[in-house]
């Protein structure tokens, strides 16, 4: 896996103050991305153990929040293995940070993936600007949905998010 960027006390992507985890690695490719520049899963630099423990160290903090995994893709076929691992170890490490992740896929084509269970919230689907709206919390587009796993596990349906509901 390769990543672009460790954003440090983040407030645009997810509730509270997170750590932001920005791989790279997309082949959604949506017109109009944020981050078209981390789309080439060969760009950025590879995630290594000094990467991790920055989370870590991050992740410590008593104000931290969370991590957020973004990019690109987390669920891109070259990131899924190792965000999978991370976020079982973050789970492990850190029980009480909240997990979220972004990605161009729909809840129903990854919810059978063991670590999914594991985050607090997805931000799934393509970002698409003729259903742009910016008064959308989250995400970009109307079509796009952000999704309370805990609860959505817990209910046998999609139950979206409302702030500070994990």
Known sequence: MRYHN??????????????VLWVAGCSHHCP???????????????????AKQEIFAELSKDYISGITFSGGDPLHPANVDEIGELVSEINAKFPHKTKWLYTGYRYEQISGLPFISMLDVVCDGRFEIDKFDPKIHWVGSSNQRV???????????????????V
């Open 6 to 19: 460790i954003t440090k006390d983040d407030m645009l992507n997810g509730s509270g103050l997170r750590v």
């Open 147 to 165: 999704i309370d796993i805990k609860k959505t596990k817990r209910e046998g349906k999609i139950v979206l998010y409302e702030d500070g509901s």
């Open 32 to 50: 109009y991305c944020q981050n078209p520049i981390t789309h080439d899963p060969n760009g950025g630099i590879p995630f290594d153990e000094s």
